[in-house]
């Protein structure tokens, strides 16, 4: 296991229909330069950032498809890069650092990074993580796009996709990213009993391997925001052994 290494150039690369924009914040010269020639031989175009204010004004402007960045950065920390990011965006951001303690990494996804990778770091590995994530997110996105101007109303809940807005009796739901996600997936399916496994899919990627109670939490935290009558304006229904439904009439 290597910080970084380089790859044989008979590997074989995406083809420019698969290749997208990757924004590299990273401070170190030596690294940046080996990542660079690394993805760019696998057929990604790179970016590089040497500090968060730069990363910031790149990300504004290019539109990467994944962000790749170090923890530790001048000016402003990736921490605050991806924080900065998840306001507006939810194009994947992948924490590159030598620092994997839990509490790193828990705050890393916290922040709303899509993965913590180690360094050092096995170089293939890390291009196949690149990859895979912007793939769920184009699979995230693709229901999202056909949808995109979609409002969808049930009685005082009103759900507009392309606003990123929810309102109950007209009055804002404050709701976080993969809350949004979560209520979009059985808003848009009503009467329909989505299983976890679609749900944990759709949300938190296919390859997702953690606790499926996390589903139960932000399925807890939906309802309480959008119910505000408990159980008498019950509308995401528990399937006990399958999942959850969406009822457009709350019950009586």
């Avoid at 330069?33 to 910031?56: C, H, M, P, Q, Y």
């Avoid at 916290?110 to 770091?121: I, L, Q, S, T």
Wanted: aromatic share 8%; glycine share 8%; charged share 30%.
């Amino acid at each position: 296991m290597v910080g970084v290494a380089t790859v044989a150039r008979d590997q074989p690369s995406w083809t420019s229909s698969s290749a997208f924009k990757i924004l590299l914040a990273e401070a170190d010269d030596e690294h940046a330069k080996k990542l660079s020639k690394i993805f760019t031989i696998e057929g990604f175009s790179v970016v590089v950032a040497r500090d968060g204010r730069e990363a910031i004004e790149l990300f504004d402007s290019i539109r990467p498809g994944v962000v790749l960045t170090e923890v530790s950065l001048p000016r402003l920390s990736g921490m605050d890069l991806c924080r900065h990011i998840r306001l507006t965006s939810s194009v994947p951001v992948i924490f590159l650092s030598s620092r994997f303690s839990e509490m790193d990494v828990v705050l890393g996804f916290e922040m709303g990074a899509d993965d913590y990778v180690a360094k050092p770091f096995r170089v293939r590995e890390l291009v196949a993580r690149v990859r895979a994530a912007h793939r769920r997110e184009l699979e995230r996105k693709g229901p999202d796009q056909v949808l995109a101007t979609g409002v969808y109303e049930y009685g005082d809940l009103r759900m507009d996709l392309a606003k990123h807005e929810v309102t109950v009796n007209g009055t804002p739901v404050i709701l976080a990213r993969k809350e949004f996600k979560v209520l979009s997936i059985l808003l848009t399916n009503p009467g329909r009993a989505i299983s976890r496994e679609t749900l944990i899919s759709s949300v938190w990627g296919s390859d997702y391997y953690g606790d499926t109670k996390t589903l139960d939490v932000h399925v807890k935290r939906v309802r309480r925001k959008i119910e505000a009558g408990g159980e008498a304006t019950r509308r995401i229904l528990t399937i006990r052994g399958h999942g959850y439904q969406f009822k457009p009439t709350p019950d009586e």
